[in-house]
T-cell receptor, first 112, second 112 residues
């Protein structure tokens, strides 16, 4: 158990819909990261937050947004969903941005 | 951009040593990581090495880093059936500003 909690574990929805994925970091970790894992693109970094502030953006689509709350949990919002958004979405956390990242079990998103 | 390369498959006999190789392009990498992903599971941080180290040993795992050639390897001694998984090499550069860059993963197959 990495200590990073992601909910829900599975999500099935339709094209055009909007979903919210939730992440609770390990106790004491201030940095939260979101990654997408798909068969064709592999594991890709989406976005990073540190102590409530956005710190870095990777290959995140404009239809996607995220935030980190004062209690340090984070949410990833995906809107206007397309079939190609079907993937495993991971959250990771670390004490600080340059420290080892620990991953949650992921949320598997299926778009029908 | 940065790139991390791994071979896709490695097959070894149970009890032998497994050596998984990885090359990376970013000369400013600060940490290099090995993660393990079992079927249907999340990413487990196995071990990591700081870029100013050549070697790190942790029980059955040995990490070797050749910074000049930008080559990283993970050796698993006495490979067991429970080691069957996908192993990802990842690098962290830019002080963590860009998230982790992952390889495509090496499927480790254990033969009885």
């Amino acid at each position: 158990d990495s200590g990073v909690t992601q909910t829900p574990k599975h999500l099935i929805t339709a094209t055009g819909q909007r979903v919210t994925l939730r992440c609770s970091p390990r106790s004491g970790d201030l940095s939260v990261y979101w990654y997408q894992q798909s068969l064709d693109q592999g594991l890709q970094f989406l976005i990073q937050y540190y102590n409530g502030e956005e710190r870095a953006k990777g290959n995140i689509l404009e239809r996607f947004s995220a935030q980190q709350f004062p209690d340090l949990h984070s949410e990833l919002n995906l809107s206007s969903l397309e079939l190609g958004d079907s993937a495993l979405y991971f959250c990771a956390s670390s004490v600080a941005p340059d420290q080892p990242q620990h991953f949650g079990d992921g949320t598997r998103l299926s778009i029908l | 951009g940065e790139d991390v390369e791994q071979s896709l498959f490695l097959s070894v006999r149970e009890g032998d040593s497994s050596v998984i190789n990885c090359t990376y392009t970013d000369s400013s990498s600060t940490y290099l990581y090995w993660y393990k992903q079992e079927p249907g599971a999340g990413l487990q941080l196995l071990t990591y090495i700081f870029s100013n180290m050549d070697m790190k040993q942790d029980q059955r795992l040995t990490v070797l880093l050749n910074k000049k050639d930008k080559h990283l390897s993970l050796r698993i001694a006495d490979t067991q059936t429970g080691d069957s998984a996908i192993y990802f090499c990842a690098d962290l550069s830019g002080g963590g500003a860009d998230g982790l860059t992952f390889g495509k993963g090496t499927h480790l197959i254990i033969q009885p």
